[in-house]
């Protein structure tokens, strides 16, 4: 059974820091891109960060870049993202998705598997 299971989401103050983990199973971990996405309450879902599991590449949307760092476990099956310097305007529900394609896409349609979602908040 394939599986996405996000983690270490919670409350936090603007400024703050949170590490959020991906955690998977059933598939050929090694061979997929893990991309995390995040949408906020009346706003599409957007890509923010992702690397390849296969060539290590990764991938930051302008809104996270310089703050948000990506990177992958393989002996653990994982993908962090280290979320440094937060805004309010990071609240957002935030999944992990995995394509077979191993590589970046901005189309969510890419993405063959996803996780449920863990919930991020920033105070102000």
């Known amino acids: 059974e394939v599986q996405l299971v996000e983690s270490g989401g919670g409350l936090v103050q603007t400024g703050g820091s949170l590490r959020l983990s991906c955690a998977a199973s059933?598939?050929?971990?090694?061979?997929?891109?893990i991309m995390w996405f995040r949408q906020a309450p009346g706003k599409e879902r957007e890509g923010i960060s992702c690397?390849?599991?296969?060539?290590?590449?990764?991938y930051y949307a302008d809104s996270v870049k310089g703050r948000f760092a990506i990177s992958s476990d393989a002996a653990a099956n994982t993908v962090y993202l280290q979320m440094n310097s937060l805004k309010p305007e990071d609240t957002a529900v935030y999944y992990c998705?995995?394509?077979?394609?191993?590589?970046?896409?901005?189309?969510?349609?890419?993405?063959?598997?996803w996780g449920q979602g863990t919930q991020v908040t920033v105070s102000s």
């Open positions: 998705a995995a394509s077979r394609s191993g590589t970046w896409s901005e189309q969510i349609g890419e993405y063959d598997y």
């Open positions: 059933g598939f050929t971990f090694e061979h997929y891109a």
């Open positions: 690397i390849s599991n296969s060539d290590g590449s990764t």
